[in-house]
């Protein structure tokens, strides 16, 4: 599930990125589209950021993931091990129909 950073982050009272409540309705809207399939699979949120350095770019996208990782083991029963982290800076895998992204995708993994 693809999620765009203006869609999910606000401005913090310190200046940080923070979930908006439409970002928490998004990321609450993803878990329902993805079923109990959510709780039994790994899962990796996937931060990207298009900051113009590339340094900036790896912070941000790191600490996008992790907020909304954060925010998935407050709210639903996950177990931490179950929910990793995968800061991408600007630019997803190829073949995945986004040349860049600013945001998260969250990736449920099927075992097999």
């Known amino acids: 599930?693809?999620?765009?950073?203006?869609?999910?982050?606000?401005q913090g009272t310190n200046g940080s990125e923070e979930l908006s409540q439409d970002g928490?309705?998004?990321i609450d809207?993803?878990?329902?589209?993805?079923g109990d399939s959510i709780?039994?699979?790994?899962?990796?949120?996937?931060?990207?950021?298009d900051a113009a350095a590339p340094a900036d770019a790896l912070s941000v996208s790191y600490?996008?993931?992790q907020?909304?990782?954060n925010y998935l083991e407050a709210r639903y029963p996950f177990e931490a091990k179950n929910?990793?982290?995968?800061?991408?800076?600007?630019?997803?895998?190829t073949g995945l129909g986004?040349?860049?992204?600013?945001?998260?995708?969250?990736?449920?993994?099927?075992?097999?």
């Open 83 to 93: 929910v990793g982290v995968m800061p991408l800076s600007a630019t997803p895998p």
């Open 24 to 26: 928490k309705r998004a």
């Open 63 to 65: 600490a996008r993931a």
């Open 1 to 10: 599930m693809w999620l765009r950073a203006d869609s999910l982050f606000q």
């Open 98 to 112: 986004h040349g860049d992204w600013s945001g998260v995708c969250i990736l449920v993994a099927e075992k097999k």
């Open 29 to 34: 809207a993803a878990v329902v589209s993805f």
């Open 39 to 49: 709780f039994t699979h790994p899962i990796v949120v996937e931060g990207y950021s």
């Open 67 to 69: 907020i909304v990782r």
